[in-house]
Nanobody
Framework: QVQLVESGGGLVQAGGSLRLSCAASAGRTFTTYAMGWFRQAPGKEREFVAGMHWSSGGAYYADSVKGRFAISRDDAKNTVYLQMNSLKPEDTAVYYC????????????????WGQGTQVTVSS
């Protein structure tokens, strides 16, 4: 069983930055896993934000966050990060970390494991 724990959400003014962390199960190798960040705003469907394959490091981004967000990983800490810069009010949502063994996916159904989510609120 893969466990994912997100942290780092909070309230920030428009134009500010936050870094989200996703700590994956200790003692487990994630080199064959794809990791993704999704978000869900009230009344909206869960949408893809960013994703990467743990071993290759190749990253994918939603058009709405390209140039502002960056996904990265720390192998020693088994942690994936989402650096969010130039935040906008429309980035307000609950952000979820997800993992699945295989290729990077951009749809929620492509992931088997999910964290509990962390709230990000961007004020105007």
């Amino acid at each position: 069983q893969v466990q994912l724990v997100e942290s780092g959400g909070g309230l920030v003014q428009a134009g500010g930055s936050l870094r989200l962390s996703c700590a994956a199960s200790a003692g487990r190798t994630f080199t064959t896993y794809a990791m993704g960040w999704f978000r869900q705003a009230p009344g909206k469907e869960r949408e893809f934000v960013a994703g990467m394959h743990w071993s290759s490091g190749g990253a994918y981004y939603a058009d709405s966050v390209k140039g502002r967000f960056a996904i990265s990983r720390d192998d020693a800490k088994n942690t994936v990060y989402l650096q969010m810069n130039s935040l906008k009010p429309e980035d307000t949502a609950v952000y979820y970390c997800a993992a699945q063994a295989g290729h990077t996916q951009t749809v929620p159904g492509g992931y088997n494991y999910w964290g509990q989510g962390t709230q990000v609120t961007v004020s105007s």
